[in-house]
């Protein structure tokens, strides 16, 4: 399994940007594909975007497309979202996960499929 750590989180006003980052510690990072998921209160658990082991593929909830893009840099055991046109609704607790995978599998959006998952890092969306 992988050790998971999310950073990036805060508070921003509608219309504003974040760029969540997770380091990953562990070993073999590029047979792992990535997910980011959110939980906002009193919601379940989000899948809302997922990027394959070599990073060429991605996949995103339709309530975020277009504006948030994930990324991955296998040599420094990262991945980011890049999240803009940030709203009310995009507040939550976000969570990267890794998912050990065949080497042309595509990770998902459920988060049942994940085994390794970070602390979380809040965002929050209010002006």
């Known amino acids: 399994q992988l050790q998971l750590v999310e950073s990036g989180g805060g508070l921003v006003q509608p219309g504003g940007s974040l760029r969540l980052s997770c380091a990953a510690s562990?070993?073999?990072?590029?047979?792992?594909?990535l997910g980011w998921f959110r939980q906002a209160p009193g919601k379940g658990r989000e899948g809302v975007s997922v990027?394959?082991?070599?990073?060429?593929?991605?996949n995103y909830a339709d309530s975020v497309k277009g504006r948030f893009t994930v990324s991955r840099d296998n040599a420094k055991k990262m991945v980011h979202l890049q999240m803009n046109s940030l709203t009310p609704e995009d507040t939550a607790i976000y969570y990267c996960?890794?998912?050990?995978?065949?080497?042309?599998?595509?990770?998902?959006?459920?988060?049942?499929?994940?085994?390794?998952w970070g602390q979380g890092t809040q965002v929050t969306v209010s002006s």
């Open positions: 990027i394959s082991r070599t990073g060429d593929r991605t």
């Open positions: 996960a890794a998912e050990l995978l065949p080497p042309m599998g595509m990770p998902e959006l459920r988060s049942s499929n994940y085994n390794s």
């Open positions: 562990g070993i073999r990072f590029d047979f792992y594909g």
